[in-house]
């Protein structure tokens, strides 16, 4: 009963952290709830019932987050373009990276960039 509840749940952990591993190894490319199910050997509805048991987001919301927070490092950091950065982190549209960029951290992706010192 109990322990066999447990030790299933240690393999949907398992099963989950090796699924943000994924995730963070990957998140430039195309990536669907139905395939990473399928790579955690579970049921898209388990999967997501699992995942946001352990991270408190569904898996698009955390690869979104995980992009946009690999998007802020790469224009403050590096300072690349902002639809540069887009691409790099795997969205295929600028505006809509942008949108998303605002509404995590309340300001545009172009406000990021250095600013440009002017010659004196």
Do not use: W
């Amino acid at each position: 009963g109990v322990l066999r509840a447990l030790v299933e749940q240690q393999g949907h952990f398992a099963r989950i952290g090796a699924a943000l591993a994924h995730l963070r190894e990957h998140y430039t490319e195309p990536l669907s709830v139905e395939a990473l199910a399928a790579r955690a050997n579970m049921s898209v509805s388990t999967f997501h019932e699992h995942f946001k048991r352990c991270t408190d987001m569904a898996p698009m919301q955390y690869l979104k987050r995980l992009r946009l927070l690999k998007a802020q490092q790469m224009l403050i950091g590096e300072g690349l373009g902002v639809a540069q950065t887009a691409h790099r982190v795997g969205y295929q549209s600028t505006s809509q990276f942008s949108r998303e960029y605002k509404r995590q951290f309340d300001r545009s992706p172009g406000d990021e960039l250095p600013y440009q010192s002017l010659p004196v």
